[in-house]
């Protein structure tokens, strides 16, 4: 990490440095130290990065899908290669477990490499609609801002579709966790995309993001990030009337049908729910169980939590890691507070929370029972590790507490009767379910109903995202 040239920005095909002369330092949430401080550009090098987006953009969309595969490859390669170093730096900028990052934070992008690559013939295919050829072209320009909890998958997410679609962009990450987005860098200076059509500009969301939004020369935003953040980005982005791409989070449920396994049903609910500190977007952070097995619901979650404890997240054996910032922390705090003042009651973790870690944004995970189906705990997203259960009488009002929330990204229906499952997993207002344990696929189109976004990743629909549709009349 030390020899990452964290105080340049890459534009151009080249490192070069910036116009801003502030810095944004990076903390270490375990430890609380700075490991890094990158530049905190403004919009003039946000501008600058656009216009050398520009210039690269009428050579790469004119690339056959040869180059472009090949593009993916060799950026598949790179990752490979260097997976372990990505792993680490993910875990010290924002936390996560380190087998958790090994297997997730870096293993993940190859997956969704793959999936593109599988994808990208049938994703830029053209077909024949009575007399009309329909074509699809590059958007053009895009503008990738990209999130802390996942930072190497959600920048490898767009820069993958954005580049088998034959785009040209520019990627912001968070100013919490950019460290991994140079290593990315660094791989891709490598292996051989003409210059300008990745380039990399650090900053903060209110500066440089905004400017990456409003930016007249940029024709789409691809943005990852919390639900207030992406109004504000849709209506900034409306001044251009530019399309944009928004995931905006979830507050995703396990719903646990009375014939299901409730034993191996409940520990992947509760093991969903803690995944990366509760820092996911579709964490399925509630556990929706029939009335008559809550009890036994409630025994199994205070087994599957008791191995949560939290601790330092370069150990191989930790499972809980602290929060990516001390503002997170207060604000899953917060929710806490207002859960214990709601009436709710906490069944698990308890005794957790004192044997948290001096230094470090530490939260101790906890399960909630009699949560009301109108509270804040049941309907908001948290992004901790706090699951609330609640419990049903018959499948009707089990699908009506699944879709009580403003969000619609995911979810998971369990079953002993698989098309049973599937069908109830059909009524629920959300992008992707997981059926028995079924596991992700990052070639599926993923994205989500109501106000959890606009907009699909990965795979071919992932691609078709950056790009535009065009009909040629043609004669006779």
């Known amino acids: 990490m030390n020899s990452l040239p964290l105080r340049s920005i890459y534009v151009g095909g080249r490192w070069t440095a910036p116009r801003a002369t502030g810095t944004i330092a990076v903390e270490n949430p375990a430890t609380q130290r700075i490991i890094g401080e990158v530049p905190d ?3 003039e090098d946000v501008w600058t990065a656009v216009d050398a987006a520009r210039r690269a953009l009428p050579g790469w969309a004119a690339a056959g899908i040869e180059e472009r595969a090949a593009a993916l490859s060799a950026l598949r390669e790179g990752l490979v290669k260097r997976q372990d170093e990505l792993a680490e730096t993910v875990t010290r900028e924002m936390g996560s477990p380190i087998t958790f990052s090994r297997r997730v934070q870096a293993g993940l992008p190859v997956r969704v490499l793959d999936g593109f690559l599988a994808e990208l013939a049938a994703a830029t295919a053209e077909e024949r609609v009575g007399h009309s050829l329909v074509v699809r072209e590059p958007v053009g320009v895009v503008g990738a801002i990209t999130p802390w909890n996942y930072p190497l998958h959600q920048a490898v997410a767009k820069i993958g579709a954005a580049v088998g679609a034959g785009c040209a962009l520019v990627l912001k990450p968070s100013e919490l966790a950019p460290l991994s987005s140079y290593l990315l860098a660094e791989i891709i200076d490598g292996i051989g995309l003409p210059p300008g059509v990745f380039n990399l500009v ?11 939004t409003v930016d007249d020369g940029v024709d789409l935003v691809s943005f990852t990030g919390s639900l207030e953040t992406g109004r504000a980005v849709g209506a900034a982005a409306a ?3 530019k399309k944009t791409s928004l995931e905006l989070g979830g507050k995703s449920a396990t719903l646990v049908l009375p014939d299901a396994d409730l034993v191996t049903a409940v520990e992947d609910g509760v093991r969903g729910a803690l995944l990366n500190a509760g820092q996911t977007c579709t964490a399925r952070t509630r556990l929706l169980v029939p009335r008559a097995r809550l009890d ?6 205070r087994a599957v939590v008791a191995d949560y404890v939290p601790g330092d997240p370069e150990d191989p054996a930790t499972l809980l890691g602290p929060l990516a910032s001390a503002g997170q922390r207060e604000r899953v705090l917060a929710h806490v507070a207002q859960a214990a003042r709601s009436g709710a009651r906490q069944v698990a973790g308890q005794d957790l929370a004192n044997g948290l870690p001096h230094t470090g944004h530490y939260v101790a995970p906890s399960v909630w029972a009699d949560v009301a189906p109108s509270s804040p705990l049941a309907r908001e997203e948290v992004f901790g590790p706090v699951l609330a259960v609640l419990a049903y009488d018959g499948e009707d009002e089990a699908v009506s507490l699944a879709n009580r929330t403003d969000y619609g990204l995911a979810a998971s229906v369990w079953s002993a009767d698989q098309d049973r499952a599937v069908a109830v997993a059909r009524r629920l207002r959300v992008g992707q379910v997981d059926v028995n344990g079924a596991k992700f696929n990052a070639a599926a189109p993923f994205g989500g109903y109501k106000q959890s976004g606009v907009g699909r990743e990965l795979g071919r629909h992932g691609i078709q995202e950056f790009q535009e549709v065009k009909s040629l009349q043609l004669p006779g």
């Open 296 to 301: 036994e619901a409630l025994d199994v979650a």
């Open 239 to 241: 001044r251009t009337v």
């Open 202 to 212: 650090p900053g903060r969301g209110a500066t440089a993001g905004v400017a990456l």
């Open 41 to 43: 550009c403004g919009s």
